[in-house]
C-alpha cells in the first residue's frame, strides 16, 4: 500500500477516484478494505447490505482475503445478502459459472495443504476444510439458471425469475428506476464490457432490472448469459473496479482515456463520482502520467 498511487479527480469533473497499485495481491487487498468499508457501512445505515459481486479472475484473490482473518471478522456477514452482476446460463457447479468461486473460496477454505494456507489456525473439519466468510444460505441469491435449465427454458427465464426475487427483496429504488446496490465489484472486458453488457448491447437502453443476453461471438467463453441493467451501475451506493494485468492495459487506456462514448465501451458506465478504480502497475502502464 506504501507504493499505490491514488488520483483523486478534480472537483467537479465527476470522474472516478483511481488506484493504483505495485501488484495484484496489493490490489485486491486495496478492493477488499474497500468493500468491507462498504458493507460494514451500508448495515449501520440500514441494516443489511447489498453486494452484486462479479465473476472472472477478479473475485478470486478478494474472496481468499475476505475469508480469512482480519477481514472476515470486520463483516457483519449475517447482515450481507450476495448477488451477482451476470452469469453465463450454466449450473452453479460449472466451471464457467460465476458463482462456483464465491462457493469455493469465499464460503470455504482449504487447509493447512490447500490453496489458501489458512487453515493451521482454525479448527479443521473431518473434510480438512474450514468455514470462510459465514454468509447464511438464504442470504445467497445466485441467478436461477439450474432452474431454468432443468425446466428446458432459456436464459430469459432465469432472467425474469432473478427480477422478480430482486423485486421481493426490498432493495431501494433510484430515480432511475434501477436497484441501490450498496456496492457492485467490477471486471472490465477485453473489449470494454462491463456486467454482460458488450459493446453495442440492447440492454444500454433497456427499462428491465434483469435480461437474458446471447452468446457473445468475438468473445469467449462463447456462452449464453444473464445480466443485471447497467443502470445499476449509475444506482449503486459504490462501484469498485478492479483491473489485473498487462492485457489489461490497452483497454484501460481507452476507458479511461479522453473519448467518451459507453456504448464502444460499456465499462465507462463506472466511470463516474463516487466509484473507485483499482489497478495494479500492470495494467495502468497505458495511462498518461
Given at each position: 500500500m506504501t507504493d499505490a498511487v491514488n488520483r483523486q479527480p478534480a472537483a467537479g469533473s465527476h470522474e472516478p477516484v483511481v488506484e493504483i497499485h505495485p501488484d495484484p495481491e496489493a490490489a485486491s487487498r486495496a478492493a477488499a478494505e474497500r468493500i468491507v468499508a462498504a458493507l460494514a457501512g451500508a448495515v449501520e445505515a440500514r441494516g443489511r447490505a447489498d453486494w452484486a459481486t462479479t465473476g472472472g479472475s477478479t473475485p478470486l484473490p478478494i474472496y481468499r482475503l475476505l475469508a480469512a482473518k482480519p477481514f472476515r471478522d470486520r463483516v457483519p456477514?449475517?447482515?450481507?445478502?450476495?448477488?451477482?452482476?451476470?452469469?453465463?446460463?450454466?449450473?452453479r457447479d460449472h466451471p464457467l459459472s460465476n458463482v462456483l468461486p464465491l462457493d469455493q473460496v469465499l464460503l470455504t477454505m482449504s487447509g493447512p495443504a490447500g490453496m489458501s494456507g489458512w487453515g493451521?489456525?482454525?479448527?479443521?473439519?473431518?473434510?480438512g476444510v474450514v468455514r470462510g466468510a459465514p454468509l447464511p444460505p438464504g442470504a445467497i441469491h445466485p441467478i436461477p439458471m439450474g432452474d431454468a435449465i432443468q425446466a428446458g427454458a432459456g436464459p430469459s427465464a432465469a432472467a425474469a425469475a432473478y427480477e422478480a426475487e430482486l423485486r421481493a427483496a426490498g432493495l431501494p429504488v433510484a430515480p432511475s428506476g434501477f436497484p441501490v446496490f450498496a456496492l457492485v465489484l467490477l471486471g472490465v472486458g477485453p473489449d470494454g464490457h462491463v456486467l454482460s453488457v458488450f459493446p453495442d448491447s440492447p440492454l444500454l437502453e433497456a427499462s428491465s432490472w434483469v435480461a437474458g443476453?446471447?452468446?457473445?461471438?468475438?468473445?469467449?467463453?462463447?456462452?449464453?448469459r444473464v445480466s443485471l441493467n447497467p443502470g445499476v451501475i449509475a444506482a449503486s451506493s459504490q462501484p469498485?473496479?478492479?483491473?489485473?494485468?498487462?492485457a489489461k492495459a490497452e483497454i484501460v487506456a481507452a476507458v479511461l482515456g479522453p473519448e467518451r462514448d459507453p456504448r464502444r465501451w460499456p465499462a465507462q458506465l463506472a466511470r463516474r463520482e463516487g466509484a473507485v478504480w483499482i489497478l495494479d502497475r500492470a495494467a495502468a502502464a497505458k495511462l498518461p502520467a
Open positions: 456477514w449475517d447482515r450481507v445478502h450476495v448477488w451477482w452482476g451476470d452469469d453465463r446460463f450454466v449450473p493451521a489456525d482454525e479448527a479443521l473439519t473431518e473434510s443476453v446471447p452468446a457473445p461471438k468475438h468473445v469467449e467463453p462463447h456462452v449464453e469498485i473496479v478492479v483491473i489485473h494485468g498487462a
